[in-house]
Nanobody, 127 residues
Framework: QVHLVESGGDLVQAGGSLRLACVVS????????MGWYRQAPGKQRDVVAA???????VYGDSVKGRFAISRDNAKNTVYLQMNNLEPEDTAVYYC?????????????????????WGQGTQVTVSS
């Protein structure tokens, strides 16, 4: 059975940085892609960033240029470096394993989450 454990969430001022980590019990190399989602109160859970087995990264429009996702296959860990945080980034951040990424000819993407989720870590950005 696969378990995902996130860490790194905190309260931070706008403009600050945080680094989230997701440790997976098992080899992440077996998953086609790993990703981070977030869910703010009263809103749906949306994809933030994803990284494929080969290291290709994809980002949600609202975080491009500010967030960076990476994976360390040797440590079975996925990271999310978040810079220049904004109050709108406040949410519970979830790690997801084995999500599917479909790229359309117009350059847009569709993300289908995998079956494995972490428990979430709270990120709060104060203005």
């Amino acid at each position: 059975q696969v378990h995902l454990v996130e860490s790194g969430g905190d309260l931070v001022q706008a403009g600050g940085s945080l680094r989230l980590a997701c440790v997976v019990s098992g080899s992440i190399f077996s998953f086609s892609a790993m990703g981070w989602y977030r869910q703010a109160p009263g809103k749906q859970r949306d994809v933030v960033a994803a990284v494929t087995r080969g290291g290709t990264t994809v980002y949600g429009d609202s975080v491009k240029g500010r967030f960076a996702i990476s994976r360390d296959n040797a440590k079975n860990t996925v990271y999310l470096q978040m810079n220049n945080l904004e109050p709108e980034d406040t949410a519970v951040y979830y790690c997801n394993a084995d999500l599917r990424i479909d790229r359309y000819s117009n350059g847009t993407y569709r993300f289908t989450p995998g079956d494995y989720w972490g428990q979430g870590t709270q990120v709060t950005v104060s203005s």
